[in-house]
């Protein structure tokens, strides 16, 4: 389990400094510009069972979501869903909704850009990490 968390850790680094090395250096990703956003990795986690680790399109989650604080708006390639709660502190930005009978939450570091991000219902959770660009 360790390696896997290990590996998966690389990974990510590596899509994160991809995102990045294009991108302009940013102090603050404090929403106030569109974000697109990658998920990279995904946990599969329910009551009384050990969370299940794989990829955010095993999980029924986009690779990509274009995020509109500004607008309210969180896109993926199928559908979009309503912000419905913004709250910023001095080191994340989160965004809160609910959509297919889902509560979601999304937190975002607003130094560098990372983002986790929950789906949760009675039966369990989905997990996602990732991080975020300005568009």
Not at 16 to 27: D, I, K, N, Q, R
Not at 43 to 50: E, I, K
Not at 74 to 102: C, F, H, S, V, Y
């Amino acid at each position: 389990m360790e390696r896997t968390h290990r590996t998966a850790s690389i990974g990510f680094a590596s899509i994160a400094f991809f995102l990045s090395a294009g991108a302009p250096a940013l102090a603050d990703f404090d929403g106030s510009e569109p974000l697109i956003c990658a998920t990279v990795e995904a946990h599969d986690c329910a009551a009384d069972l050990s969370c299940v680790g794989g990829t955010p399109n095993a999980a029924g989650a986009p690779a990509f979501l274009r995020v509109d604080v500004a607008k309210k708006m969180i896109a993926g390639p199928q559908r979009t869903t309503t912000i419905k709660l913004i709250e910023r502190n001095e080191r994340q930005l989160l965004l809160m909704g609910t959509e297919l009978d889902l509560a979601w939450t999304m937190a975002l570091d607003r130094e560098d850009g990372a983002i986790a991000m929950t789906l949760v219902d009675h039966d369990g959770a989905f997990v996602l990490f990732g991080s975020c660009t300005t568009l």
